[in-house]
């Protein structure tokens, strides 16, 4: 079992920046997918960047390219650094971890996605 406790959300004026934490505790594994997703209200939870924690490679989504990044710490923690913030980027933004031994695993899909946090609010302002 794996938990996650995200923290950082807030209110933003647009162009503004925040960074967003996700704790990771328990059973976690090098062999992981930390991925951010995010839901507005109406709206299904999408994908919006990923990075693996055996290679540390990442993945974003094209919304959020040159404006996002994702990092990790050493302690367990994923960090996710947003700046130049949009009003469309207002949503509850959530930390999931995805086990993938294989590689295999499609990491922008929600349901491939075993633990998830509790979700905080982001909210630009225009």
């Known amino acids: 079992q794996v938990q996650l406790v995200e923290s950082g959300g807030g209110l933003v004026q647009a162009g503004g920046s925040l960074r967003l934490s996700c704790a990771a505790s328990?059973?976690?594994?090098?062999?992981?997918?930390m991925g951010w997703f995010r839901q507005a209200p109406g709206k299904e939870r999408e994908f919006v960047v990923g990075?693996?924690?055996?290679?540390?490679?990442t993945y974003y989504a094209d919304s959020v390219k040159g404006r996002f990044t994702i990092s990790t710490n050493a302690k367990n923690t994923v960090y996710l650094q947003m700046n130049s913030l949009k009003p469309e980027d207002t949503a509850v933004y959530y930390c999931?971890?995805?086990?993938?031994?294989?590689?295999?695993?499609?990491?922008?899909?929600?349901?491939?996605?075993?633990?998830w946090g509790q979700g905080t609010q982001v909210t630009v302002s225009s």
């Open positions: 999931a971890a995805l086990v993938d031994y294989s590689g295999s695993y499609d990491y922008t899909i929600p349901d491939t996605y075993a633990y």
């Open positions: 328990g059973r976690t594994s090098s062999s992981y997918v």
């Open positions: 990075i693996r924690w055996s290679n540390g490679r």
